[in-house]
Structure formats: structure tokens, C-alpha cells
């Protein structure tokens, strides 16, 4: 978001190489600050093929461009550089950044581990919401904060709510047993107001996608719960991305542990969440991407 569609913003960055992924073509480089961008954190970037300096080692210091437009983003132009990584003015690499890429291999079972419609929290309108408030809806919940500025990260994971909801609605004869949930784990900056004039960007509709904040401790035990690991990254969040798929019985029905173009892919599974009579009980997981941090 940002920037106008098709357009590029183009940023020169340092930073120091926490991980390298030659095959999915990634790094995570603890940055220093982007100035009118985002401040210094932790996080994956995304290269070209062939971009990667065979030589590069985890450890070292790096200047490299960094290309952002309303829908992705992505480093070239890398550079090792002969300063010492302490001089690099980055945060620390979060506890669990070592895990960042690593594939979800099995899901338990979220819902049997946790009573997710006992939690309270406070929607975007301020109103007090409990997860009991949907029942018999087939939902779908994710996480995120108001401020990742990454086109690909959380605002990917918001843009597909928004099509989710685009879709469903212009679908005739759809259901309506269906809502979209988002839970924000910055409640410090993530307020009522702030989470409204968030959601408006989107486009929401209040009956079909609510945005939640609470109290720090419920969320966090929430997010763990549902497989979401956080943690406070300088001015944003190292975290991984879940979006789970709960249906109209109250049974964990899919998890998608990936960012992206999921639109479809959620829409088919609310769809038959509606429904959960004719589903497989057993739990899914769509393994169909890597975890990530932002």
C-alpha cells in the first residue's frame, strides 16, 4: 500500500545477513532503518534468480536495493561490504528467526487445544466481541499489525480478505453463514480507531469481517495457540503468517501457513466450512509455501 498501482519506490539499504535460502532465492538481513519506509528490523527479502552473490556467508554486511510496489517487493543490486557488522545500526535477530524458513511440516490440532470462542476482545467498533458471537459461521482468522509496511506480508494477508469478501458476495446464491476475522498483535498501537480507519482502506463490511485487539496476554496466548509466533522487532514484528479456517461446527478445518495470493483458495474452503457435515473431520494443512518474518 503506498504507492500508486504500478508503481516502484526504490530504496538503497544496509544491512547484516542472518540467513540465505539459494533455493527459494531469499535472505534475512537485519536492516537498519529505511528512512519514509520502515524502521530497522529483522526480515526475509526476496531476490531474483542469479542475484545472491555465490559468495555471500551469514554474517556479513551488505548494501542492496530494495523495490516496492503495491504488491510485492524485492532486493537486487546486493553488495558486500567491508564494514563490521556491529557498525551495521540493526536490531537484533529475533529468537526465533533461525526458523523462519522452515516448511510447516504437520499442524496439530488448534481447536482441540484451545477454546477459541471463550476469548474476549474489542472489534474496530469498539464493541466487545467473543469468537461464541459467530457461531454456526464458518470463519476465517488471521494475524497481523496495522504498520507492516510490506506489500507482500500483512497487507497480502489483508488483501485477501478483502477479495474473499468481494467474491463471496458477488457469488450468487452463496451462503452467508461466513465471516473474516483479523487480530491485530500490536494492542498498544492497534486501537479501536486505529483498526477502523485500517479496515476502511480495504473496503470492509462489518458483517462479514470484524478486526480485533484485546489485551496483550490473550492474544499472545491466542496467537501461540493458533501456530502464530511473535515477537517485537524494533518498530515492527518478526513474525510467521496462519490463516485458519474454522467451520460452522466449531472444528479446525484448514491452515494455510503462507503468505500470498490465497483468495481462492479460502473462498473454496469457507464454502464448504459452511457446510461442515460433508467434510473430512481430520484437520488439513496447505503446506503450500514458506514460513516467513516480518
Known sequence: MGCARGATTNYMVRGVVKQIDLPDHQLVIAHESIPNFMEAMTMPFHAGEGVIPGDLRTGEAIRFELHVNDTESWIDGIKQIPTAPSEIKSPPVAASAGAVLKPVSNTASVHDKIRLRDFKFTNELGQPVSFSDFRGQ?????????????????????????????????????????????????????????????????????????????????????????????????????????????????????????????????????????????????????????EAKN
Open 138 to 290: 464458518a470463519i476465517a482468522v488471521t494475524f497481523f499489525f496495522t504498520r507492516c509496511p510490506v506489500p507482500d506480508f500483512c497487507p497480502r494477508l489483508s488483501r485477501n480478505f478483502q477479495q474473499v469478501e468481494r467474491k463471496l458476495g458477488a457469488m450468487p446464491n452463496a451462503p452467508t453463514n461466513w465471516h473474516l476475522i483479523s487480530v491485530s498483535f500490536d494492542p498498544t498501537r492497534d486501537t479501536p480507531e486505529v483498526l477502523k480507519a485500517y479496515a476502511a482502506r480495504y473496503q470492509y463490511r462489518p458483517d462479514h469481517w470484524t478486526f480485533l485487539t484485546g489485551p496483550s496476554d490473550r492474544i499472545a496466548q491466542l496467537a501461540h495457540a493458533c501456530g502464530v509466533e511473535f515477537q517485537q522487532d524494533g518498530g515492527g514484528f518478526t513474525h510467521n503468517f496462519r490463516t485458519i479456517i474454522i467451520d460452522a461446527s466449531n472444528h479446525l478445518q484448514m491452515v494455510f501457513p503462507t503468505t500470498g495470493d490465497l483468495s481462492d483458495a479460502i473462498v473454496d474452503e469457507l464454502l464448504k466450512a459452511t457446510h461442515p457435515a460433508n467434510q473430512n473431520p481430520e484437520t488439513k494443512t496447505a503446506a503450500n509455501g514458506s
